[in-house]
């Protein structure tokens, strides 16, 4: 069992920065896999990155690749989200998930709002 606690979302100025974090509990973290996930008001929930379990591999949505960057510790049961050249439309809700083939844990979310 795994329990995902994300913050470090908040209002900033497009072209800003944040980062988030996603505290996790339990001995096995360092066995899932990890992703950012997004919503914004109307649409569906959507891929924002990955990272693998040891850390060495990831991908990136398309809307993102180049300005996001995902990054996890196992010694301290987290995950990040660097954010950077932030834009109004990467205004969401922010979820980070966990898992092994599938994502099975999932956070409460952290909004990010990016004014113009």
């Known amino acids: 069992q795994v329990q995902l606690v994300e913050s470090g979302g908040g209002l900033v100025q497009a072209g800003g920065s944040l980062r988030l974090s996603c505290a996790a509990s339990g001995r096995t973290f360092s066995t899932y896999a990890l992703a950012w996930f997004r919503q914004a008001p109307g649409n569906e929930r959507e891929f924002v990155a990955r990272?693998?379990?040891?850390?060495?591999?990831?991908s990136y949505a398309d809307s993102v690749r180049g300005r996001f960057t995902i990054s996890r510790d196992n010694a301290k049961n987290a995950v990040y989200l660097q954010m950077s050249s932030l834009k109004p439309e990467d205004t969401a809700v922010y979820y980070c998930a966990a898992g092994t083939t599938e994502y099975n844990y999932w956070g409460q979310g952290t909004q990010v709002t990016v004014s113009s």
């Open positions: 990272i693998s379990s040891r850390g060495w591999i990831t």
